[in-house]
């Protein structure tokens, strides 16, 4: 894989270039921030020298994912519903909008919520940033895809989703989340980045969360038999989520104001991953098959050439590697 500048060298710089420029430490907003992505998120931007508001209503995010952050003056915790009015006194510079369900399983327990964050919420969101005066980024998702019809998906592909199908509550919020950013960026001429999210894992990803990765490591773990739906020749993409923070920085700061996918481009079968949680934990628990939900994308691979070219990046944690770290992460939580 190509070598990179390291993250700190360029995010600290980035960072004291902008603290000149302000004269003050910059202040990020970030909604979601005791979810699995918001949180590692704030990390990073508290480790690059930002202030950082972080918003969550607790519905799938947890507190546990923020506790490590209590007694740090750098940031302010305020449990809300991002779909309400945001009232915040001071200087904001950079908005990241990252609330919402985002497992399967749960956007289709919080359909509504689900809907009305990606809609609402994300009206909110720019309305704060546009009051500010700061820059917005959209937490979008490959699930604008849909079921793609092409391979890999490149963000020129328009996507093909069923808009009253059990996963259309979170597909069509991101799609009109995307319609409305563009629109706050053309009519108010906001600095506005989307970044197309593919599937990502790490340390805090939420045991029960109802998705791949928790499931087979959970149950792995447990000595239980590992579930693949369908046949498991449907195909995934994992991102670790250290590289995905890293992209969603970058993309904040460049000047590229259209979708750019960021997601690991190594490609497996669900069947193939979870041999590989198999091998990886030495857990001897059996595969069992169960039906496939309705509507579950048959392949997903992102194109990244846009992420290379313009924010000169791509993904540097290898698959084992990273699940490697998440399994030590799933082992303490569980207690095994
Ligand atoms: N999946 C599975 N067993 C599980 C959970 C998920 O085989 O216990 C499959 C699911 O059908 C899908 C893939 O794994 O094909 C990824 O599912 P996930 O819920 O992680 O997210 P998606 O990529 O579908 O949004």
Redesign the pocket.
Known sequence: MKKQPSSDKRGKGAASRSRRRLGREPVSVVTGAAGFLGSHLTDYLLAQGHRVIGIDNLITGSVANIEHLAGEPRFRFICQDVTEYLFLAGPVDYVWHFASPA??ADYMNYPIQTLKVGSLGTHKALGLARHKGARFLLASTS?VYGDPEVHPQSEDYWGHVNPVGPRGCYDESKRFAEALTMAYQREHGLETRIVRIF?TYGPRMRLND????P??ITQALQGRPL????D?S?T?SFCYVSDLIEGVYRLMLSDYGLPVNVGNPTELT?LEFAREILRLTGSKSRIVFKP??QD??RQ?RPDITRARQLLDWSPRVPLEEGLRRTIEDFRKRLGK
């Open positions: 497992s399967p699930e599937n109802g998705r791949v990765v499931n087979f579930t693949v739906f369908g498991g449907q995934r669900v496939l939900p579950d994308p997903r």
